[in-house]
Structures are given as C-alpha cells and as structure tokens.
C-alpha cells in the first residue's frame, strides 16, 4: 500500500479566527487608498534654489567665457 503524503492542517486558535475575521475585507480594499491620505508628489523634479543655482552658473560661466574671449581673442581654429 502506497501512503498519501498529507498536508497538515494549521490549527486556528479562537483569537486568531477572530482577528482574520475582522481583517478579512482589508483584503478587497488593497490600492484604493483615498488621495487626501496618500504623499503628496512635487511637479518639478528639482526645487527652486536648485534651479537658480544651475542658472546662475551656466549663465555666468557663458559671461566669463565672453569676457575671456574680448580680452585674449578669440582661439583660431
């Protein structure tokens, strides 16, 4: 005779019974948070103070390669 490989059953105590009964619609409900709960997103990647820096350097950058250009010429090619 060949013996059938049973899976054991886990026994559920009364308090855990109780608990999956009252979680048991959380179940349904994952992903429907409503939005005044969830984090609110910034639309811009990067914050002001960020981008004033970034200009502030490109564009300054430009000016002194200007500036540099007029007083020693322009290099030939």
């Given at each position: 005779k060949k013996k059938k490989?049973?899976?054991a059953?886990?026994?559920?105590t009364p308090a855990m019974r109780a608990?999956?009964?009252?979680?048991?619609k959380n179940i349904t409900k994952r992903g429907s948070v409503p939005?005044?709960?969830k984090g609110k997103?910034?639309?811009l990647p990067l914050g002001p103070i960020l981008i004033g820096i970034l200009v502030?350097?490109?564009v300054g950058s430009a000016?002194?390669?200007?500036?540099?250009?007029v007083?020693?010429?322009a290099p030939s090619a």
């Open positions: 490989k049973t899976m059953k886990k026994v559920q608990a999956s009964k009252r979680h048991e939005p005044s709960l997103k910034d639309d502030f350097v490109v000016f002194f390669q200007m500036i540099q250009s007083q020693y010429g």
